[in-house]
């Protein structure tokens, strides 16, 4: 992996949002929740609108009124600490009501997501005899020692179709892997689901850069790139060219140009409406 620095919680919110998107309408997300103090934050709290309502994707399947995610990038670890201190901060979440017992303790549920397996952790859990179950693929529900239904989820065990969106949160993608995401992105019609996708993606092609370039040659996947990533494209020529001219327009002040010569360069060099110009004085 590259050292360029991947934000990989931006993506994990919208793999969320896209893993439980049949539930939408019944879910209210809050990223980066804060408890109290700045560093103490959650990575996603997840409300249910109504509790009775059962999500459609397993992940949710545990989900109550109130659900805390913490997710661990690949980088990250998930050990005994992290897992206790997951719980410490639904039991924050639970104290910090506005009224005495406002948040119920049996309407709180804790979920840590993680790519790999946290095999260090599950060996904790059989020396001090901590029951798990694995319900679904990829799914642990942790039986004992915990105050509130909490569940581990190994994004690395899923099945490929069901969960696209939390397995392309990973460093290991191969390249049928990046087609077939691509092609569920091509696929989107509404704009918003397409905004979130276009984050995971931007992680996933940072993450994989490797099988990206292998994937260059072929024509059609370096179209279907383009063509998503056309915004943030546009938007950084934008920002390019903003800068050169605010830098142009600065050069022509020192050497003691009027506004309206500096006006008139802009419109002939940068093919700028007079208008457009007059906003960089």
Known sequence: MSNIK???HPGFVAAMDLELAENRADLVYEKEYNLNTKPLEIDLLVIKKDKDVRTVNEIGWIFRGYNVLEYKSPDDSLDIDAFYKAGAYASLYKAYGKVSDERKADDITVSLIREARPDGLFEYFKRHNIRTVNPHRGIYYVQDEVLFPTQIVVAGEMDRKSHMWLKALSGKMKKQDIKELLEKIEAMKQKFDRELADSVLEVSIRANRHVVNELRGD?????ALLEIMEPE???IKAEIKEDDILCAVKSFRDLGASDNQIKEVLVKNHRLSFAE???FL
Do not use: G, L, Y
């Open 219 to 223: 024509d059609s996947v370096c179209q």
């Open 277 to 279: 110009a007059e906003k």
């Open 6 to 8: 991947i934000q990989w």
């Open 233 to 235: 494209i546009s938007k």
